[in-house]
Nanobody
Framework: VQLQASGGGLAQAGGSLRLSCAAS????????MYWLRQAPGKEREFVAGISQSDITRYYSDSVKGRFTISRDNAKNTVYLQMNSLKPEDTAVYYC?????????????????WGQGTQVTVSS
């Protein structure tokens, strides 16, 4: 499975961005999907996860209520709608996939990774 993330860019604090991650070459609906991020000088962290059938969604405390993860299995795409952006949301955002039931925390063994897309939020 190849994952291609897009949609990053520059936003002002309080603004919105929508990230997309398109999958190809595999059975997208077999994978729980995740968004992770890594800010400069910090470790990569869990942002959100969604189950294979979109029954379960998890968020980190730092984005809960502001970000929404969703997926369209017909389009082999997972999304991250980011609202009320803050400067501390600035990071490279990655999508990732794993075939196990969705986890609410960072995994150590994602099966597939996207290439990352930069999100910069100015104050």
């Amino acid at each position: 499975v190849q994952l291609q993330a897009s949609g990053g860019g520059l936003a002002q604090a309080g603004g919105s961005l929508r990230l997309s991650c398109a999958a190809s070459g595999g059975t997208f609906s077999s994978y729980a999907m995740y968004w992770l991020r890594q800010a400069p000088g910090k470790e990569r962290e869990f942002v959100a996860g969604i189950s294979q059938s979109d029954i379960t969604r998890y968020y980190s405390d730092s984005v809960k209520g502001r970000f929404t993860i969703s997926r369209d299995n017909a389009k082999n795409t997972v999304y991250l709608q980011m609202n009320s952006l803050k400067p501390e949301d600035t990071a490279v955002y990655y999508c990732a996939a794993h075939p196990a039931p969705v986890s609410s925390t960072m995994r150590r063994d994602y099966t597939y990774w996207g290439q990352g897309t930069q999100v910069t939020v100015s104050s």
